[in-house]
């Protein structure tokens, strides 16, 4: 089986760029048959792997960060197998789906194995995601902090972003149609999940599985600003879900939009603008992993 490898050389803060020779004699050392490619600009990926799919690959594997693999993700049909070796800043989409981020060895084993799980897939207009698609406060954070040359993309500016923007913008009123229920809230942000975790490591949906068919939404409701920025935190541990600003249920298809204009973010780029339809593929597409079922991350990450 041929696998093709899109290398994202920006990626991990530009370091992939110095381990492509690397990377290249381990792929070799694994006996796989492949070809490596190196992407030039954003959305390359996925011309990229819109072309390894009509040469015949039977596996796409992304070589890089969350964004690297969203990109890769729509340029595949159902059928080819997505591989994902996780060298970004973040890497939440192989941290949920059980690969081990910190050995990008490692994980070339198990794409060398040859195991693979079927995960659900989210939709978004005409775009595809495998973590989460958001709106409000932390997309307004996302597009700022895409922004940043890539050396200073640090968890800690992402979490200072969100305290500025916190500061200085306003909540929206949001209208939320959740399979076919009508919700309208004032709120700072709606995160809807497929996956456990996003923004580096934000568990904003700890009950999700990638497998279950369902969407988890998150919304943040209006309130204090002083309330918001202390209960924050609690995301990285999962917990916030009972804080009375949090709203969480399941769904399997929503329609959102806002009083204004609203940044849609999904597997953190940005897509466009509210309004917009989420919905959920399930089984939707085979990922590479250790695992035979897929499960969310454990609570430690």
Known sequence: MLHSF??????GRG?????????EQAVRDQK?????????????????ARSAVAQGAGAVVAVGGDGTVNEVLNGLDGETALGIVPVGAGNDIARNIGLPVD?????????????V???????????????????????RVAMTFNRLPVRLRYRSAYAAFVFTHLLTGRPSTFRLVVDGETIERDGWLVAVANTECYGGGMRVAPHARPDDGRLHVCL???????????AFPLVYRGDHL??????????????LSSSRASPVTTDG???GWLPASITVEPQAVAIFSPQRSASPVSADG
């Open 117 to 139: 799980v079927r995960v659900d897939v989210g939709r978004c207009g005409d775009r595809r995601f495998l973590s989460v698609a958001g709106t409000g406060l932390d997309s």
């Open 220 to 230: 943040v409701s209006d309130g204090p600003r002083m309330e918001f920025a202390r």
């Open 6 to 11: 899109i290398v994202n050389p920006k990626a």
């Open 269 to 271: 780029e940005h897509i």
């Open 32 to 48: 796989l048959d492949y070809r490596l490619v190196v992407t030039e600009r954003p959305g390359h990926a996925t011309e990229l």
């Open 103 to 115: 050995d990008w060895r490692a994980v070339l084993r198990i794409i060398a194995a040859g195991q």
């Open 15 to 23: 370091r992939v760029r110095r381990l492509i020779a690397t990377l």
């Open 242 to 255: 009972s804080h009375p600003m949090v709203h969480s249920f399941e769904a399997k298809a929503i329609d």
